[in-house]
């Protein structure tokens, strides 16, 4: 399974990542929090963005999701941390 991953805000700066295509085993089911967990285990910093304390939010071809929602082949995830308004 091949998905696109954007970055956004403190994530993007933090991971010096803004974008990149990832290939998933095909055999697993594919969830947010499960994603969450995947990219953790990159090191610290992915640890502490994804895992920690942070809430970062999720959406799926444009759409917001929980950590819950299904990704299926070809979709587009973004991870951005909590917006607050002024």
Avoid: C
């Amino acid at each position: 399974m091949n998905i696109k991953l954007f970055y956004f805000a403190r994530l993007k700066e933090t991971l010096k990542f803004s974008n990149e295509n990832l290939e998933l085993a095909d055999k697993e089911s594919w969830t947010i929090l499960k994603l969450k967990a995947f990219l953790a285990k990159r090191g610290d910093t992915w640890s502490q963005m994804l895992m920690g304390k942070l809430k970062v939010r999720a959406a799926i071809n444009h759409e917001l999701v929980d950590d819950n929602a299904p990704i299926a082949d070809g979709d587009e995830v973004a991870f951005f941390p909590p917006v607050t308004g002024g």
